[in-house]
């Protein structure tokens, strides 16, 4: 747990934690699961990949209209050509594996 005031658990956004026991040299396989802020889970997935390990990441998007017709939900995705599509948060998604995701500045 952490919390930026440090109200709770350790004070800080969460990946300066989640950075730390990274570099206590963690073992075996490991995936993470995580749900907030865009940013925190690029962060995230981005620790992953380096580590060679696996993210699922429940994005969060506003959706219209929550069955896939209006697109205000969409995300980036790989593909497995090399290119990217865009795909429904409220329908393929909300959970994406941390590869799959195109993020905003790539």
Request: proline share 5%; with cysteine.
């Amino acid at each position: 747990i952490a919390t930026e005031d440090g109200s709770r658990g350790e004070r800080g956004v969460v990946t300066e934690p989640f950075d730390a026991w990274l570099k206590s040299d963690p073992s075996g396989e490991l995936e993470f699961f995580a749900c907030g802020p865009m940013g925190m889970l690029r962060v995230i997935g981005e620790r992953a990949i380096a580590g060679g390990w696996k993210a699922w990441l429940s994005l969060d998007r506003h959706m219209g209209c929550g069955v896939g017709a209006c697109l205000t939900c969409v995300q980036k995705i790989r593909t497995p050509d090399g290119g990217w599509t865009w795909q429904r948060v409220c329908r393929e998604g909300p959970v994406f594996e941390s590869r799959e995701i195109v993020w905003e500045e790539e």
